[in-house]
């Protein structure tokens, strides 16, 4: 059964610090998604990342991929107070069937 | 273009009481989805859809059923809510190439009394 293990589950960061998100997964998967949710809302599509080796960047945040490790990570760079948010990855198993992370909660501190 | 959408946005059952929830996409995807989300925990799927008339089971189904009678609705239904079944419900489609993205709607509020 696939399994999705996030770390940490809450992370408190000073503005300008750098940090990483784990996310670790249990079987083999080629697809891997960071979504972002605020507090009472939807979730936001952050990264796909398709393949060993992807590694996409959007402002601040970079996300990576290594399916042999089946490992992904989420660094922050340079962290604002605007990333305050959860981050969940997640990461699809059989057919179509997406598994979560529990999520990082992220605060981030003037 | 409004993506996904869900209604109702907030609903307060009785336990035993039933009820429906809707999920319609204007994007013309092939898949949907059904999870939901309970606090601390990140979304469990439902049940899902990979087309028309066809519905499968994710990870946590018992109590629910789901029906996709057009391509663009997939219906949640709750035939004898339960306490337990107090959650917060999201709805997601995405294309059966490429990326498979889901795309996600703003979430339905359940509480079960």
């Known amino acids: 059964e696939l399994k999705v293990e996030q770390n940490p589950l809450f992370l408190s960061m000073q503005e300008g610090k750098n940090y990483t998100i784990y996310c670790n997964y249990s079987?083999?998967?080629?697809?891997l998604y960071w979504y972002r949710q605020d507090p009472g809302k939807s979730l936001e599509s952050l990264f796909v990342?398709?393949?060993?080796?992807a590694v996409k960047q959007e402002g601040r945040l970079m996300a990576s991929l290594d399916t042999k490790a089946r490992l992904s990570t989420l660094h922050i760079t340079a962290a604002v107070h605007d990333l305050s948010a959860t981050y969940f990855c997640?990461?699809?198993?059989?057919?179509?069937?997406?598994?979560f992370g529990a999520g990082t909660r992220l605060t981030v501190k003037p | 273009n409004a993506g996904v959408t869900q209604t109702p946005k907030f609903r307060v059952l009785k336990t035993g009481q039933s009820m429906t929830l809707l999920c319609a996409q204007d994007?013309?995807?092939?898949?949907m989805y059904w999870y939901r989300q309970d606090p601390g925990m990140g979304l469990r799927l439902i049940h899902y859809?990979?087309?028309?008339?066809?519905?499968a089971k994710g990870e946590v189904p018992d109590g629910y059923n789901v029906s996709r009678l057009k391509k663009q609705n997939f219906l949640l239904g709750l035939e004898s809510a339960a306490p337990s079944q107090t959650s917060v419900y999201f709805c997601a489609s995405s294309t059966r190439t490429g990326s498979y993205e889901q795309y996600f709607g703003p979430g339905t509020r359940l509480t079960v009394t």
């Open positions: 079987t083999t998967s080629d697809r």
């Open positions: 997640a990461v699809v198993g059989g057919f179509n069937d997406m598994r």
């Open positions: 994007m013309n995807h092939e898949y």
């Open positions: 990342l398709l393949s060993n080796g």
């Open positions: 859809s990979v087309g028309e008339g066809t519905t």
